[in-house]
């Protein structure tokens, strides 16, 4: 397995940018530290004294931030693509006095039994990340979570799974009630949006290489349209051998499902 590179030589204000990440997805997501915070009260619950987490398209490591400081005795590992979030992670965390380590893989492509081995992570944890991936390669991701969680341990998925096409109702509303959210959000409170926050950290002198390289690796995908909705989240996860599956908490179509390995 090997670390991802260190960048954070770099003369930027790291933090800052973190801090304006969080300040970015809490637009899209009013209710995102309670989301974590409900994701820690399972951890909270089952996670022996010393284990390890997996971050998994960790972006700038908001899960491996708050999760290392809530458990002293706990390591994460932290994965994700895109270099420039990375960096950003790396700079402001660090290593977390060895606790954090960092990697640089596509989901789509790593093989994350070979990376991590079998048997070896108490809980994975992702948020607001797995919808970018194509069907077939979250049915392959979710097989490997199935090897590399050790039995008891947990899969922890915080996302919108949309609803199935039998509740059109359910839909209809949530995306209505999603698109008065943003415009409340990023209209009316004047929060920076995904774009502008991409523009503003594209321009910080010494990230041009980094934002470059992020462009190649991304610049043709997008969040999946035709993504699997929950009723197929659940069914992977079941297939992928994890024995108890269901949400545990939830807000229209932001959930969090639980798998129970
Ligand atoms: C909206 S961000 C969420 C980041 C973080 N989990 C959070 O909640 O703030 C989505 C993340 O998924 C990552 N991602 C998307 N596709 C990926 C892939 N194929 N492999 C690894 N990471 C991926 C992106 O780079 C990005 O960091």
Same mark, same amino acid.
């Given at each position: 397995?090997?670390?991802?590179?260190?960048?954070?030589?770099?003369?930027?204000?790291?933090?800052?940018?973190?801090?304006?990440?969080?300040?970015?997805?809490?637009?899209?997501?009013?209710?995102?530290?309670?989301?974590?915070?409900?994701?820690?009260?399972?951890?909270?619950?089952?996670?022996?004294?010393?284990w390890t987490a997996l971050d998994l398209?960790?972006?700038?490591?908001?899960?491996?931030?708050?999760?290392?400081?809530?458990?002293?005795?706990?390591r994460c590992i =932290?994965i994700?693509?895109? #270099?420039? %979030?990375? /960096?950003?992670?790396?700079?402001?965390?660090?290593?977390? *006095?060895? !606790?954090?380590?960092?990697?640089?893989?596509?989901?789509?492509?790593?093989?994350l039994v070979?990376m991590l081995g079998e048997g070896k992570i108490d809980a994975v944890l992702?948020?607001?990340?797995?919808?970018?991936?194509?069907?077939?390669?979250?049915?392959?991701?979710?097989?490997q979570l199935g090897k590399v969680v050790r039995?008891?341990g947990v899969f922890?998925?915080?996302?919108?799974?949309?609803?199935?096409?039998?509740?059109?109702?359910?839909?209809?509303?949530?995306?209505?009630?999603?698109?008065?959210?943003?415009?409340?959000?990023?209209?009316?409170?004047?929060?920076?949006?995904?774009?502008?926050?991409?523009? =503003?950290?594209?321009?910080? #002198?010494? %990230?041009? /290489?980094?934002?470059?390289?992020?462009?190649?690796?991304? *610049?043709? !995908?997008?969040?999946?349209?035709?993504?699997?909705?929950?009723?197929?989240?659940?069914?992977?996860?079941?297939?992928?051998?994890?024995?108890?599956?269901?949400?545990?908490?939830?807000?229209?179509?932001?959930?969090?499902?639980?798998?129970?390995r």
């Open positions: 397995m090997k670390d991802t590179p260190q960048r954070t030589q770099l003369d930027v204000d790291w933090q800052t940018w973190l801090a304006r990440w969080d300040v970015q997805q809490s637009g899209y997501l009013p209710d995102r530290e309670a989301r974590f915070d409900a994701m820690f009260d399972v951890l909270d619950y089952l996670m022996p004294e010393q398209a960790s972006g700038p490591g908001c899960i491996s931030q708050r999760l290392l400081a809530r458990y002293p005795n706990a =932290a994700d693509y895109d #270099p420039l %979030l990375l /960096a950003i992670g790396q700079g402001a965390m660090g290593d977390v *006095g060895g !606790r954090l380590r960092w990697f640089e893989a596509d989901l789509a492509a790593v093989d070979d992702s948020t607001t990340a797995l919808h970018w991936l194509p069907g077939a390669s979250l049915w392959r991701v979710f097989a039995p008891g922890l998925n915080g996302d919108n799974m949309d609803f199935a096409n039998h509740l059109p109702t359910f839909q209809k509303m949530t995306k209505a009630r999603y698109e008065q959210q943003q415009t409340e959000s990023f209209k009316k409170n004047g929060i920076e949006d995904w774009e502008q926050w991409w523009k =503003a950290v594209k321009q910080v #002198p010494g %990230l041009e /290489a980094l934002a470059a390289e992020r462009e190649a690796r991304f *610049g043709h !995908r997008k969040s999946e349209e035709n993504r699997p909705n929950y009723d197929t989240h659940k069914v992977m996860l079941q297939n992928a051998g994890f024995s108890e599956v269901d949400t545990i908490w939830q807000h229209r179509d932001n959930r969090i499902l639980l798998g129970v």
